[in-house]
């Protein structure tokens, strides 16, 4: 059984930084998405970021990208994301999730679509 446990989230002021981290236990294919999702007071989930567990490829978000980061690290079995430059409206709930890809679609699509797991998710509140 897989599990996904966030944490890094914090009370920060506009323009900071932080590392959120989802560690991952139970076994996971190297044909795995990881990714992080956000949800916002009274907004839809929405994707952020995904990384591949076995190739380390990436995908953003197009609005995300140039102030998040994406990365993992197998050996820890863990996913960051960094967040820079914050701002008021990244403030959320970040969850952490993953899905095995298929052949046939691009290894990011079934993430985006329907996950296989999710975390509990760590709050991010930025104060301007």
């Known amino acids: 059984q897989v599990q996904l446990v966030e944490s890094g989230g914090a009370v920060v002021q506009a323009g900071d930084s932080l590392r959120l981290s989802c560690v991952v236990s139970?076994?996971?294919?190297?044909?795995?998405?990881m990714g992080w999702f956000r949800q916002a007071p009274g907004k839809d989930r929405e994707f952020v970021a995904a990384?591949?567990?076995?190739?380390?490829?990436?995908y953003y978000r197009p609005s995300m990208q140039g102030r998040f980061t994406i990365s993992r690290d197998v050996a820890k079995n863990t996913v960051y994301l960094q967040l820079n430059s914050l701002k008021s409206e990244d403030t959320a709930v970040y969850f952490c999730?993953?899905?095995?890809?298929?052949?046939?679609?691009?290894?990011?699509?079934?993430?985006?679509?329907?996950?296989?797991?999710w975390g509990q998710g760590t709050q991010v509140t930025v104060s301007s």
């Open positions: 990384v591949s567990w076995g190739g380390g490829a990436t």
């Open positions: 139970g076994r996971i294919s190297d044909f795995t998405a």
């Open positions: 999730a993953a899905r095995k890809y298929e052949y046939g679609s691009s290894w990011y699509a079934l993430l985006l679509i329907s996950p296989d797991h």
